[in-house]
């Protein structure tokens, strides 16, 4: 299984950016790309051709597919703002499966303001998707370190 986390370029430089705390507790899962809008990554690009790739993004619950029937998981790691541009500007996103997770519970992130009711940080993303995915020990790992980073 593999998460890629499709990074928007400025989180790159955000101190309050929690795909980097994934990566780093999960590395032979969760894999970084930085969204390029006319060059999309040659790995991104195989994950969706081969038909074994979901987009977690918002979605209508009679239109989301199983998360747990695909390998590949593709994650925009951004602004909830960015994650719409994002999405919008890159036509090889819009005909994958939409997947979407149903949270244990609210968001505990609190170091960006205007979240929308109901959704997640990027960590707290990756942590629900190995749940299911029933990569336990990981997300136990990656859920208490995001309790440190977010204090």
Not at 83 to 89: D, E
Not at 96 to 120: C, D, F, M, T, W
Not at 137 to 151: K, P, Q, V, Y
């Amino acid at each position: 299984m593999k998460i890629f986390l499709l990074t928007h370029e400025r989180e790159l430089l955000r101190p309050s950016n929690t795909g980097v705390l994934a990566q780093s507790i999960a590395p032979e899962i969760v894999k970084r790309i930085i969204w390029a809008r006319n060059t999309p990554n040659p790995a991104l690009l195989s994950a969706i051709n081969n038909k074994n790739a979901v987009l977690l993004y918002p979605t209508d619950d009679t239109d989301a597919a199983p998360i747990e029937s695909f390998e590949n998981i593709i994650l925009l790691d951004a602004t909830w703002q960015e994650a719409r541009k994002m999405f919008n500007h890159s036509p090889y996103l819009k005909n994958l499966p939409k997947a979407h997770i149903k949270p244990r519970q609210v968001s505990q992130y609190q170091l960006r303001r205007n979240q929308p009711e109901g959704g997640l940080c990027t960590a707290e993303c990756v942590v629900e998707i190995l749940i299911a995915k029933n990569h336990i020990d990981i997300a136990e790992r990656l859920d208490t370190a995001f309790g440190i980073f977010n204090s």
